[in-house]
């Protein structure tokens, strides 16, 4: 079954460092999200992108976030400036379409450790 | 904005029991979807429910869309010890976002 792969698995960086995620979203899907969970939380959106353009964005993807499609298969979380409060689990995720009909399929996540 | 309730919020069972868990919201939902997390892993889709009133199975799992559209169930039947993970389930209305809530913590006891 096809999947959303996320790597690297886990990153490692320093408070004021620039981190890039990547993802790969499953081929054929159209709509991407970005989704943080900080240990032992729950599960918060990010961000969903459609078109090559940022659909919506919560409050918690200010100036320091950003997300790109360099290409035709990936999907990138860019964070400018870490802080120790971005330390989280950040999840990729697709869909096939915004319609009712197409379930959320997530990656397994990249740890992302600010020191 | 929407919010879910989930309850339990945690629950220790024996290996072999049944579980059952809910989630509620103050809005309507045209589908409800149902995530496990294993430690250190991404959610992972277990049951898709798409009409008021659906009941649909997936092995040991079952899950009911609630007929008013602001709750579903998830039951597990017979339940081993690979169940344990946390337990998501999420809202979604068309053009908007996946609302996920705070999770059922699910620990089985041999």
């Known amino acids: 079954e096809p999947e959303v792969t996320q790597t690297p698995s886990h990153q490692v960086t320093q408070m004021g460092q620039e981190v890039i995620l990547r993802c790969v979203p499953i081929?054929?899907?159209?709509?991407f999200y970005w989704y943080r969970q900080i240990l032992g939380q729950k599960v918060e959106f990010l961000v969903s992108?459609?078109?090559?353009?940022?659909?919506?964005k919560s409050e918690i993807f200010d100036d320091q976030f950003s997300v790109e499609r360099p290409d035709g298969s990936n999907f990138t979380l860019k964070i400018r400036s870490t802080k120790l409060e971005d330390s989280a689990m950040y999840f990729c995720?697709?869909?096939?379409?915004?319609?009712?009909?197409?379930?959320?399929?997530f990656g397994n996540g990249t740890r992302l450790t600010v020191t | 904005g929407q919010q879910l309730n989930q309850s339990p919020q945690s629950m220790f069972i024996q290996e072999g029991e049944d579980v059952s868990m809910n989630c509620t919201s103050s809005?309507?939902?045209?589908?409800w979807l149902w995530y496990k997390q294993d430690p250190g892993e991404g959610p992972v889709l277990l049951i898709a429910?798409?009409?008021?009133?659906e009941l649909t199975s997936n092995g040991r799992l079952t899950a009911q869309f609630g007929i008013t559209r602001k709750d579903s169930f998830l039951n597990i039947s017979a339940s081993i010890p690979s169940d344990v993970g946390i337990y998501f389930c999420?809202?979604?209305?068309?053009?908007?976002?996946?609302?996920f809530g705070p999770g059922t913590r699910l620990s089985v006891l041999p």
């Open positions: 995720a697709s869909t096939q379409e915004s319609s009712y009909n197409s379930p959320l399929h």
């Open positions: 081929s054929n899907h159209l709509y």
């Open positions: 992108f459609y078109n090559n353009e940022i659909s919506e």
């Open positions: 809005s309507i939902f045209n589908t």
């Open positions: 429910l798409y009409k008021a009133g």
């Open positions: 999420a809202g979604h209305n068309y053009g908007q976002n996946f609302v």
